[in-house]
C-alpha cells in the first residue's frame, strides 16, 4: 500500500491485552519505518486494561522508561475502512534498542513458537472462528441491539437465522467488503445462539499470518460497528443469562513437502496429532490466564453452557475442548474450543501452538477421546476463578516451556493490577471497562 495516499497513517503493536497501542504520523515518515527510527516504551505493551502504567513495574521507572524500536511486520500496511477521513495502519512489532526482539511483545512469542515447528521443516495453517455480540450502550446500562428494520430491542436469539442476517445486512456487508480491502479472508457468517449474536470465520493461512488479521478484524469489526450506530463486543458474557462469546482456534501441520502430518489416510489422525492433542490437554488448565484473560471471562466458564472446562478431546464432538474435526483425511485438523472472544489472538496461537510443540516434541500420548457429553465426565478443570489462573500460569513447568519468563512476569504483573482494580468496581459495571477494550 502507497501511505503517500493519505495524509496520516498510523503505526501500531499488540499489548498483552491484545489492543492496539502506536502513534499517528504524516505521510513523510513512512520512508522512515524499515530503519527502526518510530520509538515507543517498551512499557506501552505492558499496560494494564485502563491503560495504565503497571506498578512497580522493573519497565517504568527501574529502567528509565526506556524506548524500544517499532519495526514493521511482513503484514503489510492496511487501510481502516471504519474511518471517515481515510487513513493507512502498518502494524509493527516492537524490539529492543539493540535490534532484538522484545520478549514482551504478544507477536514475537508467537514468533518464537512457531519456530520450534520451523526447526522440524514444519508449518502452522490455522484458521478463527471469532463470536460477538452487537449491544446497545446508549443507556446507563447495557442493553440488546434494536433491530435496524423496526427499531425495536431484539429479545429472542436467532440461531443461523437468515432473517436476522438480513436485519443487519448493511453491516454484515460492510465487513466482507472492508476485509476484502485489508486482504482479510472472512469467510462464513452465520447468527449465533445469542441475542443479537453472531460468528465470523476466516479462511485457513499460515498461523502467523491468521493471528495477525484475527487481531486487525477484531478492531474492524468494532469500528464498522460504532460507524452503524450500535456496538460489537467480544466480552466472554456481555449479559449474564444469554450465550458467551468465544474464539475457536483450529490448526494443521504441513511437512516440507506440503503434506499434512495429523493424516495418515484414517478418521483416527496420526501420532503426531494425539501427541499435540496431549500437550493441547496438559497446558490447558495452567493456560487459563490466556484464555480467560478477565474478570468477565469467568462468568463464560460454566459446565454444560457450551464453553468447555474440562480437559477432554474427541472425534467429531463438540462438548468437549479439544475436537477433532470430520471430513477429508487430507484436511485433518485440531480445534481447540476454550478460549473467549475477549483473548489476545498472538498469546491464545502461542499458548495452543506451544502445548501442541511440547506434546509433540515429548512424545505424550493423551487419553482416550471422549463419546457422548464432556460435561458429564470427570476431567482436569481449567482453573475456578481469575486469581487462581494468575497463581498457576506464574508458577507451571508448561507455561515455561512455552514463554519467556518476561512474557510470563509482564503478563502476571499486569492481571494482579487489573485484579486489584476490578474488585473495586461493582460487577455490574465491569462491561464499563471491557466493552470495546477486549
Known amino acids: 500500500m502507497d501511505l503517500s495516499q493519505f495524509q496520516t497513517f498510523r503505526v501500531a503493536a499488540c499489548d498483552l491485552n491484545g489492543r492496539m497501542r502506536g ?10 519505518l524499515k530503519d527502526g527510527s518510530v520509538r515507543m516504551p517498551l512499557s506501552s505493551l505492558n499496560v494494564d486494561i485502563f491503560g495504565a502504567d503497571i506498578e512497580n513495574s522493573p519497565l517504568v521507572f527501574e529502567s528509565g522508561d526506556i524506548d524500544g524500536r517499532l519495526m514493521p511486520t511482513n503484514r503489510g500496511a492496511v487501510p481502516l475502512p471504519w ?25 514475537h512469542a508467537l514468533e518464537r513458537v512457531l519456530a520450534r515447528f520451523a526447526a522440524r521443516g514444519w508449518t502452522v495453517d490455522a484458521a478463527t472462528e471469532l463470536e460477538f455480540t452487537l449491544v446497545d450502550d446508549s443507556g446507563r446500562g447495557l ?59 476466516l479462511h485457513h493461512q499460515t498461523a502467523l499470518r491468521a493471528a495477525d488479521d484475527t487481531w486487525l478484524f477484531k478492531t474492524m469489526i468494532k469500528g464498522l460497528a460504532r460507524k452503524h450506530g450500535f456496538v460489537a463486543t467480544f466480552m466472554a458474557k456481555p449479559f449474564e443469562d444469554d450465550t458467551g462469546n468465544g474464539m475457536h ?55 454444560g453452557a457450551h464453553a468447555p472446562t474440562g480437559a477432554g478431546w474427541g472425534y467429531e464432538n463438540r462438548t468437549v475442548a479439544v475436537r477433532i474435526p470430520g471430513g477429508p483425511p487430507s484436511a ?49 478443570q481449567l482453573a475456578p476463578d481469575w486469581d487462581s489462573a494468575i497463581d498457576i500460569f506464574e508458577t507451571d513447568p508448561m507455561i515455561a516451556k512455552i514463554f519467556e519468563p518476561e512474557l510470563i512476569r509482564n503478563l502476571v504483573m499486569t492481571k494482579r493490577q487489573e485484579l486489584a482494580r476490578m474488585a473495586e468496581i461493582p460487577s455490574q459495571h465491569h462491561w464499563k471497562t471491557y466493552l470495546e477494550t477486549v
Open 23 to 32: 502513534k499517528r504520523l504524516p505521510a513523510s515518515h513512512a520512508s522512515k
Open 83 to 107: 474511518l471517515d477521513v481515510p487513513q493507512g495502519l502498518v502494524p509493527m512489532v516492537l524490539h529492543n534498542d539493540d535490534g532484538t526482539p522484545f520478549a514482551g511483545d504478544p507477536r
Open 143 to 201: 442493553k440488546t441491539v434494536r433491530d435496524p428494520r423496526s427499531g425495536r430491542r431484539m429479545s429472542a436469539p436467532g440461531i443461523l437465522s437468515l432473517g436476522q442476517m438480513d436485519a443487519f445486512d448493511e453491516f454484515l456487508s460492510a465487513l466482507y467488503s472492508a476485509g476484502a480491502e485489508m486482504e482479510i479472508p472472512v469467510e462464513t457468517a452465520v447468527s449465533e445462539a445469542g441475542i443479537g449474536q453472531f460468528e465470523l470465520t
Open 249 to 303: 482456534m483450529h490448526f494443521s501441520v504441513l511437512d516440507g513437502e506440503g503434506r499434512n502430518v495429523f493424516n495418515d489416510g484414517t478418521e483416527a489422525g496420526t501420532d503426531i496429532m494425539r501427541a499435540a492433542v496431549a500437550g493441547c490437554l496438559a497446558a490447558m488448565p495452567p493456560s487459563s490466564l490466556i484464555f480467560a484473560p478477565n474478570a468477565n471471562s469467568y462468568t463464560r466458564l460454566v459446565p
Open 332 to 380: 485433518r485438523r485440531i480445534e481447540h474450543r476454550v478460549a473467549g472472544g475477549d483473548i489476545n489472538p498472538y498469546l491464545s496461537f502461542a499458548a495452543i501452538l506451544g502445548a501442541a510443540i511440547t506434546g509433540i516434541e515429548e512424545g505424550m500420548t493423551p487419553p482416550a477421546p471422549i463419546t457422548g457429553n464432556a460435561y458429564e465426565v470427570d476431567l482436569p
